[in-house]
Structures are given as C-alpha cells and as structure tokens.
C-alpha cells in the first residue's frame, strides 16, 4: 500500500466521521402544505453555518427538525450517528446533545437565571446541584452576567435574557447549538452583546447553526451560509462567494433587499 | 420676525440647571397625603360626590341600630329566651353559647372530644409548614403533613386502642372541617391530574378525563350526594357497610376535582409554548417538565380559580345535610325547634355565617398574598 492512497482513505474516513449531523432527502409537510422540499445538507463537526432566507421560507422549520421540535415525514435526519424517528429514546439522546436558543429567549420566568441554567443539568445529567451551580456560574461570566444569577428573567433587559438563555444551553454542554433568529427580538442596542458572546462560542470550535439576518455575523463566522426560499436549499457558499458573486437571482434579490437601505 | 420672537422666547425660559442633570423634585403637594386621597377616592366628580353622600346616609342609618342589636342591647347569660327578653331586647347570644359545645362537637361523646381538640391542634400544625415556606424545620412539618390524614382519622373515628367512633356522632364545626379540608387536599392533586389527562396525547386517558369530567359538570352536588347515600348501596354487594362519611367524602373530593380540572386545564393553556418548546429542547422528560416548568407556572396563573373552587367547595359542604348528616347549619336548625329558644334563627345564621365568613374569608386572603409572593415577572 502506497503512502499516498493511505493518507487518502484516511482523510476520507476523518471527513465520514466529521460530519455530526446528515439531513438526507428530507421533507416535511404541514397538512398539505409542503414546508420542507428535499433537504440535504451534511454538516461538520465544528462547522459554523447561517442559515438565511425570506420569512416563510422554512429555515426555522429546518433547524427546528434537528432536535425533533417539529417531526419530518419523509427522508432522513441524523446527529452525531443518532437517527431522528418516534423513538423517544434517541429523541432524548440527541436533545442531550443539542443546545438551542430561542428567538423569544423561552427563559422560565419562575425560576431565577442561577436556576434557569442548572435545570437541565441536574434533572437530564444528573449532576450534583453544587457542581451544576458551580458550572452554571462559569457559563454565566462567561456571557457576562454572573452578577445577575440570583434575578428573575423578568428583572432583565432583552440582550441580557438571550445571554442567559444561551448559557443555559451551554450548561448541558451540547457538542452542537442551534440558533433560532437569536437577534430579531432585541432592541437595535442590545443586538451587539449577543452578538459578541456568538462571535466567542464560534472561536471555540462549537458546532452551530444558526438563522439569522445579521450579515455582518455571517462574513465574521460562518463557514458556510445556506439560503432557503420557498422550503428549499437555493445556494449554499463561503460567505465571501455567497456575498460577492451569488449565483441565483432570489439570492441577489433577497441579498439587495436586506444589505442595501 | 418670528425667529426673533422664538430666540427671545428661548431666553426667557432659559434654565436654571445645566440640560441632562434635572434634579428630582418631591411632586405637588395636592397629589399627595390625606387631602389628595379624599379628593382622589371619594370628591373627584359630581357622581363620585353624590355616591359619598348616599354612602355616609347609608352607613348612618344602618350601622348604628345594627351595632345596638348585635353587642349594646344584647343579652350574653340567661337560662332561655324569656330571661334574654328581661334584660336587653337585642340579640340574644345566651342561646349560642349554652349550643356552642354542640355547634362544634356534634353529637360526638364528650368523654372523647380531646381527639377531637388534639386532631385540630395536629391540623393547625400540618397545614403551617405547606402554607408558609419559611416555617422553621418545613421538610419534617411537611413530611408530617403527609401522614396527618392517617392520624386524624385514626384519632377520629378510632380503633387501634381509641374506642371507635361511629362517624354518624359526627357534627358542627368539626364535620365540616373534615368534609371540607379532606375534599381540598385531595381534590388539588386529581384536579392537576385531570387537566393533565384532559391535554394527553393518549387517546384513552384523554376520554375518559374528559367524560369524566363533563359528568361531574353535568349533574349537580346534591344529586352526587343522593346517589352516594343511597344508591351506591344497590350496587355494593350485600352486606358490606360502607360508611356514610366516607362516601360523601369521596363524591365532594370528585366533584370539586372535576371543577379544578377545568380551573387548571385554564393556567395550562395560558403557559406559552415556547416553554414547553425550551424544556422540550434541553431533553426534560414529560413529567420533570411538567412538574418543574410547567405546573408551578399554570398553577400559579389558576390560584384565584383554584382559591374560588376550595370556597365553593367549602360552603358545599352545608349540603351533606340533605343526606341527614348535621353540619353547622343542621344543628342550627336542629336546635331552633327547641322551645326553650324559639325564635331566635337571626342568632343562629348569623353566627354560622360568622364561622363560614371568617374560614372563607381566610382563605381568600392566603390566595392573595401566595400571589404577591409568586409575582416574579414585572407587571407594566
């Protein structure tokens, strides 16, 4: 066996193993409306990707699917070597792995931010309640708000609520974290304090998709940005390709109307 | 022209503090204090003026001559009606006095009632850890509060070295007690299960929380009553004695869970489904979810709902009269045939309405204050 065919098989395998999660001919419906048509998108391990597209267009829908929140009919959907079908079992085994931050921040308002982030932990993973304290604290500073563990949510400002809702995703230490429109909600001033704790979970090597329209956060982290319209993949690219020389018209008409007013 | 006229405007008004650093004035004094709340709450318009009035007019009238009746003029001691009439020809509170161990006690022997006093002292000492949760020692006042049922009944009706009590000696104040607490504290958690069942996404338990629960709505206490004292024995085989007690207990617990349900099924839909999306999402399982994310939140939503069912409940328990059990107003009742004391029914219900008002009202107030104390999100 030569050197060169044995580098070869190699990379191959690594680039097999790589990929946590394999979305294969997938479709969904609502009804009879066909939300999800044909989705196939393979994405590495450590990959950033945005997803972007008009509203309607079916990219929440498609993230969505990936911790099972809405069920696909037809085609296939695996995590990190789990398929996703009605066995609850690897429902729950992919969940453990999968963080997701809500465009609405979904923080439980009863409960205040310290307890909001070891919730999971200590009834999912079972870890110790001072361990899981200890490890929620770490997450808090590092999104900068460990002074305000022992406050409801309700005490806190919009950008504030989303830090905490994506340390407390972090929390059960996910290998991969879905973003769902994390910024729409927030007032134009807060936008840039979420921003910055996505830019630092990017340079750590966490896997993430994540819809957004701040294309500005796409140039700086994704390795790839997906468009979606109509329940499709239109394009996917680098974001240098993607925004300098976009290959459909619905990408450079959705591209003129988002970047130029 | 007119830009003079502005630029000279602007001088006039020039400030005296440098612009971005107001200082914080106390507000005017007429929105402020005694005056302002009079003015505000009682004089802010021609209506508002003229329903003071009437209101003034109203308590003047009726206050004083009530008052006179209740405590001025009123006999406290006396051997039966006449002796009341000599002395005052107000109420006529001797009566309720020489009845109260009865009102209390019912028929229950007397050599006995300390179970009766210990059982209230043992409630008393339950129910404070679960309504108040910085109670020193809670989790052990609550693990008590568990095992409470098992000694009041043990207390109450006997057995194991007590001489056994026949629950038809029950009566008064004590047989709605227990009427009235049993069917709160069991009614809640299938109440909650209820709901649960009622928003399942299994197909039989969803029938049946649902029939189950329309039925409940669908015929009233007192027929539930009926049928519990008298039907159930048809279809029981022959011979067994299933206590009279027991089965109101259980047809109050049903029927007021039935109710609940509905209450809470309420608070669960008022939950937004983002938080079951979020608790979904990070791997909780049905039940923690609900247990932990949801129901604290719904139940908090239901508790004036929750609150208005226990009340109604409560007072329901006046109905066990109808199947020959004497509550507090069955023994009022019982008492006024007594010739001895004829004609003294204001006394009766009042007093009776005096016991109910105050547990009622008791409860009304927990619920607000459990209220205040939840409120962790900022009302705007």
């Known amino acids: 066996m030569s050197n060169s065919t044995k580098i070869g098989t190699e990379q191959m395998n690594t680039d097999q193993d790589n990929i946590v999660i394999r979305i294969n001919e997938m479709h969904k419906w609502y009804g009879q409306f066909h939300v999800l048509k044909n989705i196939n998108l393979n994405v590495k391990r450590g990959e950033k990707i945005v997803i972007c597209g008009p509203s309607g267009s079916g990219k929440s829908t498609m993230i969505r699917c990936i911790n099972r929140l809405e069920e696909h009919q037809q085609g296939q959907i695996v995590v990190d070597g789990t398929e996703l079908s009605n066995d609850l079992k690897n429902i729950e085994v992919v969940r453990k792995e999968v963080g997701m931050v809500f465009q609405h921040f979904n923080l439980f308002p009863h409960l205040t931010v310290l307890e909001n982030c070891t919730l999971a932990p200590i009834w999912v993973r079972k870890t110790p309640r001072l361990e899981a304290e200890e490890m929620a604290m770490q997450y808090l500073e590092r999104v900068k708000i460990p002074d305000q563990a022992n406050k409801f949510p309700g005490q806190l400002s919009g950008g504030q609520q989303q830090r905490v809702a994506i340390a407390r995703s972090l929390c059960m230490k996910p290998r991969i974290m879905l973003f769902d429109e994390p910024t729409s909600a927030l007032d134009p001033e807060m936008i840039k304090e979420v921003l910055d704790v996505m830019i630092e979970l990017a340079s750590e090597g966490i896997t993430m998709l994540c819809v957004t329209h701040e294309m500005g956060f796409a140039k700086t982290v994704a390795d790839r940005v997906i468009f979606m319209d109509g329940g499709e993949i239109i394009e996917e690219n680098s974001p240098q390709h993607f925004f300098d020389n976009p290959q459909h018209d619905r990408t450079r008409l959705f591209l003129s109307q988002i970047l130029n007013h | ?380």
């Open chain 2, 1 to 380: 022209m007119n830009n003079e006229n502005t630029s000279a405007m602007n001088a006039s008004i020039k400030p005296d503090y440098t612009v971005g650093e107001h200082p914080d004035l106390p507000p005017p004094s007429n929105t402020v204090g005694t005056i302002a709340w009079v003015r505000e709450n009682l004089l802010s318009s021609p209506a508002n003026i003229i329903m003071t009035i009437l209101s003034i007019y109203f308590l003047y009238k009726v206050l004083p001559p009530s008052l006179n009746w209740m405590f001025f003029d009123a006999a406290y001691v006396g051997e039966d009606r006449n002796a009341c009439r000599a002395v005052a020809n107000g109420a006529c509170w001797a009566f309720i006095s020489e009845r109260f161990q009865l009102f209390t006690y019912g028929f229950y022997p007397i050599e006995h009632r300390w179970r009766v006093d210990l059982s209230f002292v043992l409630l008393v000492v339950a129910v404070i850890p679960i309504l108040f949760d910085k109670t020193p020692y809670r989790k052990y006042g609550l693990i008590f509060a568990m095992v409470f049922p098992f000694i009041a009944g043990w207390l109450l009706t006997g057995g194991l070295g007590l001489a056994p009590v026949p629950t038809e000696k029950f009566g008064g104040f004590m047989l709605t007690l227990v009427v009235g607490i049993t069917g709160i504290a069991f009614s809640l958690p299938l109440g909650i299960l209820l709901a649960l069942g009622r928003q399942s996404n299994l197909p039989i338990i969803k029938v049946f929380c649902v029939s189950f629960i329309e039925f409940i709505r669908g015929v009233p206490l007192i027929t539930l009553l009926f049928v519990a004292s008298t039907m159930l024995s048809y279809f029981l085989p022959p011979g067994t004695n299933f206590d009279l007690l027991l089965r109101v207990l259980i047809m109050v617990t049903l029927f007021s869970a039935g109710y609940m349900a509905e209450v809470i099924r309420g608070g669960l839909q008022a939950i937004p489904k983002g938080q079951f999306e979020a608790s979904d999402a990070m791997g909780l399982k049905y039940w923690p979810s609900m247990r932990l994310i949801v129901l604290p939140q719904a139940l908090k939503i239901s508790i004036p709902g929750i609150v208005n069912t226990f009340i109604g409940l409560y007072k329901d328990t006046t109905l066990v009269i109808i199947i020959g059990l004497l509550d507090p107003l069955g023994i009022g009742r019982a008492s006024l045939s007594d010739t001895k004391w004829t004609g003294l029914s204001n006394e009766v219900y009042l007093f009776v309405a005096l016991f109910f008002f105050i547990s009622c009202f008791g409860m009304s107030r927990y619920s607000l204050y459990l209220e205040n104390k939840l409120q962790t999100e900022h009302r705007k």
